[in-house]
């Protein structure tokens, strides 16, 4: 009386052929290497809604619980909360519709316990088929059943995850089903005394033997699966059918004995309620329904063999679901109104009068069976697990029915596993695995992927001890299912435009409710395989996550994403700034993102994952050109800043000329508080010999940014930063030495004979020796010295890439001689923050007066310790305002020669028109009148060199030029002299709104 039934989880067949690549259809990009489409589409077998889908998911909703376990679950929850079980695992595992879950509820209110252990398993079925069918109907279904359906929803990240465990589950699934079968039959041989050695090897000899024949008839095809499949669904109906004749003939005196009297009122209304024992409960006995109610995916995981998914799988699911709880409820009923709980089996326990009568309902119906009350009794709802063979008009039928239900279970999940695991593999979420994707015949079966699926049974079978690993396994059935409620949830709440099911009867809130019941049976079940699961899939997720599998299936992920940060960032407009909120949102003007590497390192430097960083070029030229280059380079820099893990993004526009170009960029660039407020510059380094045109606009850009109240940042790297000629090489090398290696594959395809590339050791051989011719060729194109030109581009790609690098221990000099807001200050202390500056200490250097330096020092630092800016050393200098040394002046006058007018030793009228001609040349007055400004810059610069020449890199304030008033030539002049032969110098101007805050 004490013994639970035999545990086993009836569960999902999943039968899928990865889905065919015919161009992009459905959003699915295809997959290199996976399976092709059939030269000859008619030679592929394709099956209609009813063999492909309604029969599949019968089988595998009618299992063996129906014959050997219902009848325990009535005489535990008894029929009311029976019925409550049955609809309650359907709704979580298929929602049929809003209206069949609101009857559903409707009637789980009103039964008794017993009813309320069958809704439970219906309103959990019913809830997944709702949102299956909505899934399936947005579009093409291909191969891969469940596995297909979440990954092209929440993306590879969960589909990966869900489609390893339950390949395995349906793999395991099998070993479960074909050892419930093997028990059946040796029993019959144990009461026939045919055992063959001992039960538990009889068990396996005849489990082995049971896959071998299943795996035969999986390897011959789907048609002859499916062909078998119809013949079991025959016998399983003839046993419900011969179940239900059953109850109507009359029965004998043995079976009354047994506790079967046919249709009784008093016996219904007895039965109706609970009568929990041995420690049961609702949920204990909902748990081990449950497994009944997951086969509603055996239809859909064959989507890759159905000849239209859209329709066959809502429509196939949704009937098998109906006509699978009606039967369950029915037969719920009818044992509960023809069977006692619990019987003797003694044909001599009745009464011969009613004054004897306990006013049980066998008493009234004149048996005794109250000896039940104190010793176990064998027969009744509560002790007999043959309750239907006892009921049925002929038995071995009922014998037959759970042959068929246990190995049509058997046969479809070693369809199932196999099925998505080659969509899995073909996928190549996990490459180790791609091996098992290939498929054999026309219909692509997967051969490699039944042989494995058949090891794994045939290892279970050997174990014959299920009890552990089954909960895992109904967990892992469960946790799909959750997720397949989740997918139509998240792509309802995405409002993705593509999100357009044609199956309109489902609610995404509902779906939730799905998604929250299927975690809650989980654990309900079984909560340390709930959480064994959770556990399998967070690392299959995190794996996946790590590795970046190169797929873009438009998943409800991506969606969400793009809703989340619009959300984000409409919130953000309400939210007014504040300083201590204030953070360099920058645009960098790299032109193309890896010919400047050191501009964009130093700018994410202090801006990855903190701060808003866009890469930006400006496309010069003919507008139809441009807008070309425009829409060609949008993409591709931007994957080239995720490949290299650049967190920016790129921006590009079309101009006349530079200026006008970064004019519309510092305008439009950004969304709400999202909008850069600094501009980082390389220094032009070509100055002195390009047009006076460009300088005009490189200064010009300067004052723009100004006049948009941006901050500005000039960083200047001695060897320059424009690598763009050397990347031009690089392209050139590599395309002459696949020429090269294409040639000696030719030499040696004429060599062997044979068709083809015969070895790498050719292509080796041709990359060696290209690399050997290739330096002088580009050397030539490019107009390099042959003498320097290696040099030179080592120096500079060294250069280019010293920022992403460890800095070390060094020093950061600050030379802060203008209050800005705090820009100047704030960048370099940011440096100090990241892991790569964080050995560098700062030190920072202001102008006073020689007679007050001590103070100055202290105010400094008291300013400092306001700010919680922590330095390394503070000095003053007092000596900042003297005049430059004569050879620094020389130098200077040196550098300016080449534009200056010299007007005043000219005459008034030659100067005049000097002046009209050359505009752009410094005039005698300019320099006259910014004598002290320009003196300022030669002196800083001989201060530099004496204090900061050390420095890892040196930070220093950049001198404002009049707009107008200052011609190009002499700020040009002014930058270089202020930053020639130092370290690498990054000269900031805030745009004097405070960015640093003494408050909390």
Same mark, same amino acid.
């Given at each position: 009386?004490?013994?639970?039934?035999?545990i086993?989880?009836?569960?999902?067949?999943?039968?899928?052929?990865?889905?065919?690549?015919?161009?992009?259809?459905n959003?699915?990009?295809?997959?290199?290497?996976?399976?092709?489409?059939?030269?000859?589409?008619?030679?592929l077998?394709?099956?209609?809604?009813i063999?492909?889908?309604?029969?599949?998911?019968?089988?595998?909703?009618?299992?063996?619980m129906?014959?050997?376990?219902?009848?325990?679950?009535v005489?535990?929850?008894?029929?009311?909360?029976?019925?409550?079980?049955?609809?309650l695992? *359907? +709704?979580? =595992?298929?929602? !049929?519709?809003? #209206?069949? %879950?609101? $009857?559903?509820? &409707?009637?789980? @209110?009103?039964? /008794?316990?017993?009813?309320?252990?069958?809704?439970?398993? *219906? +309103?959990? =079925?019913?809830? !997944?088929?709702? #949102?299956? %069918?909505? $899934?399936?109907? &947005?579009?093409? @279904?291909?191969? /891969?059943?469940?596995?297909?359906?979440?990954?092209?929803?929440?993306?590879?990240?969960?589909?990966?995850?869900?489609?390893?465990?339950?390949?395995?589950? &349906?793999?395991?699934?099998?070993?479960?089903?074909?050892?419930?079968f093997?028990e059946?039959?040796?029993?019959?041989?144990?009461?026939n005394?045919?055992?063959?050695?001992?039960?538990m090897?009889?068990i396996?000899?005849?489990?082995?033997?049971?896959?071998?024949?299943?795996?035969?008839?999986?390897?011959?095809?789907?048609?002859?699966?499916t062909?078998?499949?119809?013949?079991l669904?025959?016998?399983?109906?003839?046993?419900?059918?011969?179940?239900?004749?059953?109850?109507?003939i009359?029965?004998?005196?043995?079976?009354?004995?047994?506790?079967?009297?046919?249709?009784?009122?008093?016996?219904?209304?007895?039965?109706?309620?609970p009568?929990?024992?041995d420690?049961?409960?609702?949920?204990?006995?909902?748990?081990?329904?449950?497994?009944?109610?997951?086969?509603?995916?055996?239809?859909?995981?064959?989507?890759?063999?159905l000849?239209?998914?859209?329709v066959?799988?809502?429509?196939?699911?949704?009937?098998a679901?109906?006509?699978?709880?009606?039967?369950?409820?029915?037969?719920?009923?009818?044992?509960?109104a023809?069977?006692?709980?619990?019987?003797?089996?003694?044909?001599?326990?009745?009464?011969?009068?009613?004054?004897?009568?306990?006013?049980?309902?066998?008493?009234?119906?004149?048996?005794?069976?109250?000896?039940?009350?104190?010793?176990?009794?064998?027969?009744?709802?509560?002790?007999?697990?043959?309750?239907?063979?006892?009921?049925?008009?002929?038995?071995?039928?009922?014998?037959?029915?759970?042959?068929?239900?246990?190995?049509?279970?058997a046969?479809?999940?070693l369809?199932?596993?196999?099925?998505?695991?080659?969509?899995?593999?073909?996928?190549?979420?996990?490459?180790?695995?791609y091996?098992?994707?290939?498929?054999?015949?026309?219909?692509?079966?997967?051969?490699?992927?039944?042989i494995?699926?058949?090891?794994?049974?045939?290892?279970?079978?050997?174990?014959?001890?299920?009890?552990?690993?089954?909960?895992?396994?109904?967990?892992?059935?469960?946790?799909?299912?959750?997720?397949?409620n989740?997918?139509?949830?998240?792509?309802?709440?995405?409002?993705?435009?593509?999100?357009?099911?044609?199956?309109?009867?489902?609610?995404?809130?509902?779906?939730?409710?799905?998604t929250?019941?299927?975690?809650?049976?989980?654990?309900?079940?079984?909560?340390?395989?709930?959480?064994?699961?959770?556990?399998?899939?967070?690392f299959?997720?995190?794996?996946?996550?790590?590795?970046?599998?190169?797929?873009?299936?438009?998943?409800?992920?991506?969606?969400?994403?793009?809703?989340?940060?619009?959300?984000?960032?409409l919130?953000?407009?309400?939210?007014?700034?504040?300083?201590?909120?204030?953070?360099?949102?920058?645009?960098?003007?790299?032109?193309?993102?890896?010919?400047?590497?050191?501009?964009?390192?130093?700018?994410?430097?202090f801006t990855?994952?903190?701060?808003?960083?866009?890469?930006?070029?400006?496309?010069m030229?003919p507008?139809?050109?441009?807008?070309?280059?425009?829409?060609?380079s949008?993409?591709k820099?931007?994957?080239?800043?995720?490949?290299?893990?650049?967190?920016?993004?790129y921006?590009?526009?079309?101009?006349?000329?530079?200026?006008?170009?970064?004019?519309?960029?510092?305008?439009?660039?950004?969304?709400?508080?999202?909008?850069?407020?600094?501009l980082?510059?390389?220094?032009?380094k070509?100055w002195?010999?390009?047009?006076?045109?460009?300088i005009?606009?490189?200064?010009?850009?300067?004052?723009?940014?100004?006049d948009?109240?941006?901050?500005?940042?000039?960083?200047?790297?001695s060897?320059?930063?424009?690598?763009?000629?050397i990347?031009?090489i690089?392209?050139?090398?590599?395309?002459?030495?696949?020429?090269?290696?294409?040639?000696?594959?030719?030499?040696d395809?004429?060599?062997?004979g044979?068709?083809?590339?015969?070895?790498?050791?050719?292509?080796?051989k041709a990359?060696?020796?290209?690399?050997?011719?290739?330096?002088v060729?580009?050397?030539?194109?490019?107009?390099?010295?042959?003498?320097?030109?290696?040099?030179f581009?080592?120096?500079?790609?060294?250069?280019?890439?010293?920022?992403?690098?460890?800095?070390?221990?060094?020093?950061i000099?600050?030379?802060?001689?203008?209050?800005?807001?705090?820009?100047?200050?704030?960048?370099?202390?940011?440096?100090?923050?990241?892991?790569?500056?964080?050995?560098?200490?700062?030190?920072?250097?202001?102008?006073?007066?020689?007679?007050?330096?001590?103070?100055?020092?202290?105010?400094?630092?008291?300013?400092?310790?306001?700010?919680?800016?922590?330095?390394?050393?503070?000095?003053?200098?007092g000596?900042?305002?003297?005049?430059?040394?004569?050879?620094?002046?020389?130098?200077?006058?040196?550098?300016?020669?080449?534009?200056?007018?010299?007007?005043?030793?000219?005459?008034p009228?030659?100067?005049?028109?000097?002046?009209?001609?050359?505009?752009?040349k410094?005039?005698?007055a300019?320099?006259?009148?910014?004598?002290?400004?320009?003196?300022r810059?030669?002196?800083?610069?001989?201060?530099l060199?004496?204090?900061?020449?050390?420095?890892?890199?040196?930070?220093?304030?950049?001198?404002?030029?009049?707009?107008?008033?200052?011609?190009?030539?002499?700020?040009?002049a002014?930058?270089?002299?202020?930053?020639?032969?130092?370290?690498?110098?990054?000269?900031i101007?805030?745009?004097?709104?405070?960015?640093?805050?003494?408050?909390?």
């Open positions: 009386m004490g013994r639970r039934p035999w086993s989880s009836t569960k999902t067949d999943i039968l899928s052929v990865p889905g065919t690549v015919d161009g992009v259809a959003g699915d990009g295809a997959q290199e290497g996976g399976r092709k489409p059939s030269e000859n589409k008619d030679e077998v394709r099956f209609g809604w063999k492909g889908v309604l029969v599949r998911c019968m089988l595998n909703i009618w299992g063996v129906l014959f050997i376990r219902l009848s325990w679950i005489g535990q929850a008894g029929i009311g909360l029976g019925i409550v079980i049955i609809l695992a *359907t +709704v979580v =595992t298929s929602i !049929t519709g809003l #209206s069949t %879950s609101a $009857i559903s509820t &409707n009637g789980c @209110v009103r039964g /008794g316990l017993g009813v309320i252990v069958i809704c439970l398993s *219906t +309103v959990v =079925t019913v809830l !997944t088929g709702i #949102s299956m %069918s909505a $899934i399936c109907t &947005n579009g093409v @279904v291909r191969g /891969g059943g469940a596995y297909y359906l979440i990954s092209r929803s929440l993306g590879p990240e969960f589909g990966g995850s869900i489609g390893l465990i339950f390949s395995f589950a &349906n793999a395991v699934a099998v070993a479960m089903y074909v050892v419930g093997s059946t039959v040796v029993d019959i041989l144990k009461d005394n045919a055992l063959m050695v001992d039960p090897s009889d396996r000899i005849v489990g082995c033997i049971t896959v071998v024949v299943l795996l035969g008839i999986t390897v011959a095809g789907m048609e002859w699966e062909k078998a499949q119809v013949i669904l025959i016998i399983l109906l003839i046993g419900i059918v011969n179940f239900f004749i059953g109850t109507v009359p029965s004998t005196i043995d079976k009354r004995s047994k506790g079967f009297f046919n249709y009784q009122a008093n016996l219904f209304a007895e039965n109706f309620g009568s929990f024992r420690g049961e409960g609702f949920f204990s006995v909902f748990a081990i329904f449950f497994p009944a109610a997951t086969g509603i995916l055996a239809g859909a995981n064959i989507s890759g063999d000849k239209d998914p859209q066959a799988i809502p429509k196939g699911t949704m009937l679901i109906f006509i699978t709880t009606l039967t369950y409820i029915g037969v719920a009923i009818c044992i509960g023809t069977v006692v709980r619990d019987a003797t089996g003694s044909i001599n326990d009745t009464i011969s009068s009613s004054l004897r009568c306990n006013g049980s309902a066998a008493c009234i119906l004149g048996y005794d069976f109250s000896v039940c009350n104190t010793q176990s009794c064998r027969f009744g709802l509560m002790n007999n697990f043959q309750v239907m063979s006892m009921v049925s008009g002929f038995g071995p039928l009922i014998t037959a029915g759970i042959f068929s239900a246990t190995l049509s279970s046969l479809a999940s369809v199932s596993a196999p099925k998505i695991f080659q969509a899995l593999c073909n996928d190549n979420i996990y490459k180790g695995l091996f098992f994707g290939k498929g054999y015949g026309k219909n692509s079966e997967p051969i490699r992927s039944y494995l699926t058949f090891f794994i049974a045939v290892a279970f079978i050997l174990i014959a001890e299920l009890n552990t690993i089954a909960p895992v396994i109904s967990n892992f059935f469960l946790a799909s299912y959750a997720l397949i989740f997918s139509c949830f998240h792509a309802s709440y995405s409002k993705t435009p593509g999100w357009r099911p044609a199956f309109r009867f489902y609610n995404m809130w509902v779906s939730l409710l799905g929250v019941l299927c975690c809650a049976v989980m654990f309900v079940i079984n909560w340390w395989a709930a959480v064994i699961t959770v556990a399998i899939i967070l299959l997720n995190i794996y996946v996550i790590y590795n970046k599998p190169e797929v873009n299936w438009g998943s409800s992920a991506q969606a969400m994403s793009y809703v989340t940060a619009l959300q984000d960032a919130s953000l407009t309400g939210v007014n700034d504040h300083i201590k909120n204030f953070r360099p949102q920058c645009i960098v003007l790299t032109g193309s993102p890896m010919t400047r590497p050191a501009l964009l390192d130093l700018t994410l430097s990855k994952n903190f701060s808003l960083c866009i890469c930006s070029q400006v496309f030229g507008r139809k050109q441009t807008v070309s280059d425009i829409n060609l949008m993409d820099y931007q994957q080239w800043l995720a490949k290299n893990k650049k967190k920016a993004f921006a590009a526009v079309a101009g006349d000329n530079l200026r006008d170009g970064v004019k519309c960029l510092l305008q439009a660039s950004g969304l709400g508080r999202m909008k850069p407020n600094t980082v510059i390389g220094y032009k070509d002195c010999t390009a047009s006076s045109q460009d005009e606009n490189y200064v010009g850009i300067l004052h723009d940014a100004f948009f109240e941006y901050g500005l940042i000039i960083l200047r790297i060897q320059g930063l424009d690598i763009s000629r990347l031009q690089q392209e050139l090398q590599r395309k002459e030495q696949e020429k090269l290696a294409l040639e000696a594959a030719k030499r395809e004429q060599e062997d044979k068709r083809g590339i015969r070895s790498l050791k050719f292509l080796n990359v060696k020796y290209s690399s050997n011719t290739l330096a060729n580009a050397q030539k194109d490019f107009k390099i010295s042959t003498v320097h030109a290696a040099d581009n080592q120096h500079l790609l060294e250069a280019s890439t010293q920022f992403q690098k460890n800095q070390g221990k060094g020093t000099d600050v030379w802060w001689l203008f209050d800005d807001g705090g820009l100047t200050i704030l960048i370099p202390y940011l440096l100090t923050t990241r892991k790569k500056w964080c050995g560098c200490k700062l030190r920072i250097f202001i102008g006073g007066k020689l007679d007050s330096i001590n103070e100055e020092k202290r105010a400094m630092a008291a300013l400092l310790g306001k700010f919680r800016i922590q330095c390394a050393d503070i000095k003053v200098i000596d900042i305002n003297m005049k430059p040394s004569k050879a620094s002046w020389k130098t200077f006058e040196e550098l300016i020669e080449p534009y200056q007018l010299h007007e005043g030793s000219k005459d009228a030659t100067a005049e028109i000097l002046q009209k001609e050359y505009p752009w410094i005039t005698d300019e320099l006259e009148r910014f004598k002290d400004k320009t003196y810059q030669v002196r800083l610069n001989e201060l060199q004496e204090n900061s020449r050390s420095a890892n890199i040196i930070v220093v304030s950049l001198p404002i030029a009049r707009k107008e008033a200052v011609s190009s030539y002499l700020y040009m002014w930058l270089e002299i202020l930053s020639r032969n130092l370290p690498p110098v990054i000269m101007r805030g745009n004097q709104k405070n960015v640093l805050t003494f408050y909390s």
